[in-house]
Protein backbone atom coordinates (compact mmCIF):
# COMPACT_ATOMS: atom_id res chain seq x y z
CA UNK A 1 0.00 0.00 0.00
CA UNK A 2 1.31 3.24 -0.81
CA UNK A 3 2.19 5.50 2.08
CA UNK A 4 0.36 8.94 -0.12
CA UNK A 5 -2.45 9.62 -1.70
CA UNK A 6 -3.28 12.33 -4.14
CA UNK A 7 -5.57 14.56 -2.96
CA UNK A 8 -7.35 17.67 -5.41
CA UNK A 9 -9.58 20.31 -5.08
CA UNK A 10 -11.35 22.63 -7.77
CA UNK A 11 -13.98 25.42 -7.08
CA UNK A 12 -16.33 27.09 -9.51
CA UNK A 13 -18.41 30.47 -9.47
CA UNK A 14 -21.88 29.99 -11.52
CA UNK A 15 -22.34 32.67 -12.98
CA UNK A 16 -26.19 32.28 -12.53
CA UNK A 17 -27.57 30.73 -9.22
CA UNK A 18 -27.16 26.54 -9.45
CA UNK A 19 -31.04 25.92 -9.90
CA UNK A 20 -31.40 28.15 -12.40
CA UNK A 21 -32.52 26.81 -16.07
CA UNK A 22 -28.97 27.90 -17.66
CA UNK A 23 -27.22 25.41 -15.64
CA UNK A 24 -29.46 22.81 -15.76
CA UNK A 25 -27.62 20.30 -18.37
CA UNK A 26 -24.23 20.55 -15.89
CA UNK A 27 -26.32 19.90 -13.04
CA UNK A 28 -28.27 17.36 -14.57
CA UNK A 29 -25.03 15.73 -15.61
CA UNK A 30 -23.33 15.56 -12.20
CA UNK A 31 -24.91 11.88 -10.38
CA UNK A 32 -23.61 10.15 -13.30
CA UNK A 33 -20.02 11.94 -13.74
CA UNK A 34 -19.93 11.25 -10.22
CA UNK A 35 -20.79 7.77 -10.87
CA UNK A 36 -18.15 7.35 -13.17
CA UNK A 37 -15.42 8.90 -11.06
CA UNK A 38 -16.36 6.62 -8.09
CA UNK A 39 -16.25 3.42 -10.60
CA UNK A 40 -12.65 5.06 -11.92
CA UNK A 41 -9.16 2.72 -11.38
CA UNK A 42 -7.50 4.79 -8.62
CA UNK A 43 -10.68 6.78 -7.35
CA UNK A 44 -10.67 6.88 -3.11
CA UNK A 45 -12.83 8.82 -2.16
CA UNK A 46 -14.94 12.22 -2.66
CA UNK A 47 -16.58 15.11 -0.41
CA UNK A 48 -20.35 15.04 -0.65
CA UNK A 49 -22.73 17.45 1.04
CA UNK A 50 -26.39 17.03 1.63
CA UNK A 51 -27.12 15.24 -1.62
CA UNK A 52 -24.70 13.31 -3.83
CA UNK A 53 -22.42 15.86 -4.80
CA UNK A 54 -20.99 18.87 -3.29
CA UNK A 55 -22.92 21.59 -4.51
CA UNK A 56 -24.06 22.70 -1.19
CA UNK A 57 -20.60 22.39 0.71
CA UNK A 58 -20.08 26.57 1.38
CA UNK A 59 -16.25 27.20 0.33
CA UNK A 60 -16.52 30.71 0.73
CA UNK A 61 -19.04 33.39 1.41
CA UNK A 62 -20.32 33.94 -1.99
CA UNK A 63 -23.33 31.26 -2.41
CA UNK A 64 -22.26 30.97 -5.88
CA UNK A 65 -19.09 29.42 -5.47
CA UNK A 66 -18.98 25.56 -5.41
CA UNK A 67 -16.47 22.70 -4.75
CA UNK A 68 -15.32 19.28 -6.07
CA UNK A 69 -12.99 17.76 -3.62
CA UNK A 70 -11.55 14.26 -4.02
CA UNK A 71 -8.43 11.58 -3.29
CA UNK A 72 -7.06 9.38 -5.98
CA UNK A 73 -4.60 6.89 -5.77
CA UNK A 74 -2.01 8.65 -8.06
CA UNK A 75 -1.59 11.48 -10.58
CA UNK A 76 -2.12 9.10 -13.56
CA UNK A 77 -5.21 7.75 -11.43
CA UNK A 78 -6.76 11.58 -11.24
CA UNK A 79 -5.58 12.52 -14.71
CA UNK A 80 -7.19 9.34 -17.09
CA UNK A 81 -10.15 10.57 -15.24
CA UNK A 82 -9.94 13.91 -15.77
CA UNK A 83 -8.57 14.24 -18.93
CA UNK A 84 -9.28 10.75 -20.61
CA UNK A 85 -13.38 9.98 -19.60
CA UNK A 86 -15.88 11.09 -22.45
CA UNK A 87 -18.46 12.17 -20.14
CA UNK A 88 -16.24 14.52 -17.95
CA UNK A 89 -14.75 15.83 -21.02
CA UNK A 90 -17.86 17.11 -22.41
CA UNK A 91 -19.11 18.80 -19.14
CA UNK A 92 -15.25 20.16 -18.78
CA UNK A 93 -15.28 21.62 -22.47
CA UNK A 94 -18.63 23.69 -21.25
CA UNK A 95 -17.79 24.85 -18.89
CA UNK A 96 -17.66 28.72 -19.73
CA UNK A 97 -21.43 28.29 -20.26
CA UNK A 98 -21.80 27.89 -16.50
CA UNK A 99 -18.86 29.32 -14.42
CA UNK A 100 -17.06 32.38 -14.87
CA UNK A 101 -13.18 32.65 -15.37
CA UNK A 102 -10.68 32.02 -12.41
CA UNK A 103 -7.06 32.39 -12.47
CA UNK A 104 -6.56 29.70 -9.85
CA UNK A 105 -9.45 27.23 -9.49
CA UNK A 106 -7.52 23.76 -8.98
CA UNK A 107 -4.92 22.69 -6.69
CA UNK A 108 -3.56 19.31 -6.14
CA UNK A 109 -0.97 18.14 -3.13
CA UNK A 110 -0.17 14.51 -1.20
CA UNK A 111 -1.94 13.48 1.80
CA UNK A 112 -0.47 10.14 3.70
CA UNK A 113 -2.80 7.17 2.87
CA UNK A 114 -6.60 7.62 4.97
CA UNK A 115 -6.75 10.87 5.52
CA UNK A 116 -9.14 12.49 4.37
CA UNK A 117 -9.18 16.48 3.29
CA UNK A 118 -11.19 19.07 4.89
CA UNK A 119 -12.64 22.32 2.97
CA UNK A 120 -10.59 24.51 4.83
CA UNK A 121 -7.46 22.49 3.96
CA UNK A 122 -8.15 22.28 0.43
CA UNK A 123 -9.27 26.44 0.36
CA UNK A 124 -5.82 26.56 2.22
CA UNK A 125 -3.87 24.41 -0.57
CA UNK A 126 -5.76 26.72 -3.44
CA UNK A 127 -4.60 29.94 -1.22
CA UNK A 128 -1.12 28.75 -1.23
CA UNK A 129 -0.94 27.61 -5.10
CA UNK A 130 -2.44 31.73 -6.21
CA UNK A 131 0.04 33.73 -3.45
CA UNK A 132 3.69 31.22 -4.13
CA UNK A 133 2.46 29.30 -7.03
CA UNK A 134 3.38 25.16 -7.66
CA UNK A 135 5.19 23.50 -5.10
CA UNK A 136 5.51 20.33 -3.36
CA UNK A 137 2.89 21.52 -0.97
CA UNK A 138 0.46 22.82 -3.68
CA UNK A 139 0.48 22.36 -7.45
CA UNK A 140 -0.74 21.40 -10.94
CA UNK A 141 -1.54 18.97 -13.28
CA UNK A 142 1.14 20.78 -15.94
CA UNK A 143 3.59 21.16 -12.47
CA UNK A 144 3.04 18.37 -10.45
CA UNK A 145 5.48 17.49 -7.72
CA UNK A 146 6.52 13.69 -6.25
CA UNK A 147 5.22 12.72 -3.26
CA UNK A 148 7.09 12.93 0.18
CA UNK A 149 7.67 9.13 -0.64
CA UNK A 150 9.44 9.81 -3.81
CA UNK A 151 6.55 8.67 -5.99
CA UNK A 152 7.01 10.14 -9.14
CA UNK A 153 5.09 12.53 -10.79
CA UNK A 154 5.07 13.59 -14.73
CA UNK A 155 3.52 16.61 -15.91
CA UNK A 156 0.03 16.03 -17.58
CA UNK A 157 -1.28 17.60 -21.13
CA UNK A 158 -4.72 19.51 -20.28
CA UNK A 159 -7.68 18.27 -23.22
CA UNK A 160 -10.40 20.10 -21.72
CA UNK A 161 -9.24 22.92 -23.94
Known amino acids: MAAYELAQMNIARFRLPADHVANRDFMAALDGVNAIAEASDGFIWRLTGEGNDATDVAVTDDPLVIPNMSVWRDLDALAAFVYRQPEHLSI ?9 HMAVYQVLWWVPAGHRPTVAEGMARLAMLEAIGPGPEAFTFKQPFAAPDGTPASPVQDECA
Open 92 to 100: MRRRKEWFD
